[in-house]
């Protein structure tokens, strides 16, 4: 089974920044998505940011060129620098993968329980 666990959440001010980790365990292929996804009060959950199996990282149209994705392969932890905080970024960050089909969508396997990241004016 496979578990992802969220780490990194908290409050910050709005242009400050903040690092998610994400550890992952039970992941037996090599060959795996595994991404980041966020959801706002009253919004419907979004991509942030993912790398695909195929190890291309894709970024939301909202986040791009402030948050940055990365990947220790060898621990199985991913990690979300996020930059340039704005107060549209609130929400709970959730990680997520994927090992049937190695793509980055919504409906990814395997979801973690969410942190949430809240950014004040």
């Known amino acids: 089974e496979v578990q992802l666990v969220e780490s990194g959440g908290g409050l910050v001010q709005a242009g400050g920044s903040l690092r998610l980790s994400c550890a992952a365990s039970g992941i037996t292929r090599d060959n795996y998505a595994i991404g980041w996804f966020r959801q706002a009060p009253g919004k419907e959950r979004e991509a942030v940011a993912c790398?695909?199996?195929?190890?291309?990282?894709y970024y939301g149209d909202s986040v791009k060129g402030r948050f940055t994705m990365s990947k220790d392969a060898g621990k199985r932890t991913v990690y979300l620098q996020m930059n340039s905080l704005k107060t549209e970024d609130t929400a709970v960050y959730y990680c997520?993968?994927?090992?049937?089909?190695?793509?980055?969508?919504?409906?990814?396997?395997?979801w973690g329980k969410g942190t949430l990241v809240t950014v004040s004016s």
């Open positions: 790398i695909s199996s195929d190890f291309r990282t």
């Open positions: 997520a993968a994927d090992q049937t089909t190695g793509w980055c969508y919504t409906g990814m396997d395997s």
